[in-house]
């Protein structure tokens, strides 16, 4: 099953696709169980792939999973494997306004929305997640949660760091009002640490991560993700995709290629995105994949919003429902 199947009428949906942190031992597992759709899309991957990703996912062990070479493409299929479950139950899907993923969850995006085939889609995720991690293993990156202020100080203390010491910090993800991810290297994440300290924040958490995604540390190997991206086939989505860094919504497959490498080094503006989807009328949020943290971020930004996170079978059948009232 190479696309999917969407609907003519359009409703005030939106498709939303986790990042790495979602990925966890026995994810997929309970669809694979009930949906044969969901156990042969991993199958899939793992011949894809050339491994037991779907074992990874299942059993772990746990710090191979988390590896950013395998969380990418194991959070890819899960994402994958939930929207099928969900198109073997209706038919067809219902074909939303907007497509958005939280990073990695871009390329999941792409692939629900028909613009990347599955295979190129794990393929690219693979490689990119390879390539974070050559970059990580030469830098002394960090990240650290910043809970408590607005985007708008945290951008200006960060800025204030980098122009005072010539380390590297900056905004990685604006997740939700009150909830960012700074990254950079250890000197500049510290110094902006200890000034969003000073400023009021209500608490500040350095991630378990050696990587400073999203951060101009990305940048060593940005070229060579720029020639995987361009070797891929990128089409029009059928719906379009509302960028994590400019929160426009793309349908050019130039611009799309170009978003995809700009995320690398650029900011996750997840808040933004979604008021996109809101502003545009959107009221309706459904996240495939494990976890649902996409769906607990979204009541911080929307909170009238209707929210499903299609993680598991209980997942799947509340979203049945939810569309089988509409008919």
Known sequence: MSTFSYGEAQYPLVFIFPGQGSQ??????????????ARETMQEADEILGFR???????GPGLELTSTINAQ??????????????????????????????????????VAANSIDFADGLRLVRERGRLMAEAGDKTNGKMAAVLGLDE??????????????????????DNCPGQLVISGDQAGVDLAMDALQKVGAR?????????????????????Q??????AT???PPISPLVANTTTQPLTDPIEIAAELTAQLTGSVRWTGSMRRCLEAGANLFVEFGPGNVLTGLMKRIGRDTERFSVADPVG??????????DK
């Open 24 to 37: 966890h031992i026995g994810m997929v597992q309970a669809l694979a169980t009930q949906y044969a759709v």
């Open 53 to 59: 990703l779907s074992q990874l996912c299942y059993e």
């Open 73 to 110: 493409p194991a959070l890819l299929a899960g994402s994958i494997a939930a929207l099928r479950a969900l198109q073997g139950e209706l038919g067809k899907l219902p074909r939303p306004m907007f497509f958005a993923g939280h990073s990695l969850g871009e390329y999941s995006a792409l």
């Open 152 to 173: 708008e100080t945290v951008a200006e203390i960060c800025a204030g760091v980098m122009a005072e010491s010539g380390a590297l910090v900056q905004i990685a993800n």
């Open 203 to 223: 608490k500040i958490v350095p991630l378990e991560v050696s990587i400073a995604s999203h951060s101009p540390l990305m940048a060593p190997v940005a070229e």
């Open 225 to 230: 993700l720029r020639s995987a991206i361009g």
């Open 233 to 235: 086939s990128i089409r």
């Open 316 to 325: 799947v059948e509340a979203v049945v429902e939810r569309f089988r009232e």
